[in-house]
Structure formats: structure tokens, C-alpha cells
């Protein structure tokens, strides 16, 4: 089992930035992959960014391409995903999640093992 908290969610103008965290416990967090997602009132959950287990690779949402960038820190079992240029359109709930190993990084939300209980991002024009 793995426990996912995220923190850093808020309210912020549009063009401004935040970082998101995501504290992994219970298992060997390089053991997986994780990825970020979002979900705005009445729409269904998105890909945001992904991130292999030793950060190598990333992949990113072309909505969100070159103003976000997912990286992760093994030592701290922690994810981060840095959001600029902030969009009022980026609003919605933010979710990190953690995929078991296997042969490529999940980009889907039904890949996704464990889920964290998600941060509010509010971003007002």
C-alpha cells in the first residue's frame, strides 16, 4: 500500500506559479512511477505529467507543455510538479498517483495504483 498527500494547492492570478507536492509513504518509492492529473467541476479527471521512477523521463499534457514541469526527489519520496503561466482554464482539483513498475510510464488514469486525496487550484483571471 502507498499513501499519497498532496500539498501546495491554492489561489493564485492568472500568470502566476505554484508548486504542487506529493509525499509518497509505505512502499519503496522508487518502485514506481507517478504521474499528475486534474479535475475541473463537472468534467473528468485529465493527465497532467507523468515521471519515471528514476526521473529520467516526463511527459506532459499538451495543454500544458513548457509552462509545467514534473520532477521528483527518491531520497525525499517526494513528487513535485511546478505550474507557471497559470491559466484560469488550470483550475480544478490536482491529484498525484502512483503506478507499479512495469514496461513504459502510464499515462491513463486507470494505470494508476494509489491515488492521493487531491489540492485545490483556483487560478482567477
Known amino acids: 500500500q502507498v499513501q499519497l498527500v498532496e500539498s501546495g494547492g491554492g489561489l493564485v492570478q492568472a500568470g502566476g506559479s505554484l508548486r504542487l507536492s506529493c509525499a509518497a509513504s509505505?512502499?519503496?518509492?522508487?518502485?514506481?512511477?507517478m504521474g499528475w492529473f486534474r479535475q475541473a467541476p463537472g468534467k473528468e479527471r485529465e493527465f497532467v505529467a507523468a515521471?519515471?521512477?528514476?526521473?529520467?523521463?516526463?511527459y506532459y499534457a499538451d495543454s500544458v507543455k513548457g509552462r509545467f514541469t514534473i520532477s521528483r526527489d527518491n531520497a525525499k519520496n517526494t513528487v513535485y510538479l511546478q505550474m507557471n503561466s497559470l491559466k484560469p482554464e488550470d483550475t480544478a482539483v490536482y491529484y498525484c498517483?502512483?503506478?507499479?513498475?512495469?514496461?513504459?510510464?502510464?499515462?491513463?488514469?486507470?494505470?494508476?495504483?494509489?491515488w492521493g486525496q487531491g489540492t485545490q487550484v483556483t487560478v482567477s483571471s
Open positions: 498517483a502512483a503506478a507499479r513498475l512495469r514496461v513504459g510510464v502510464p499515462l491513463r488514469s486507470r494505470e494508476y495504483n494509489y
Open positions: 509505505g512502499r519503496t518509492f522508487s518502485n514506481y512511477n
Open positions: 515521471i519515471s521512477w528514476d526521473g529520467g523521463r516526463t
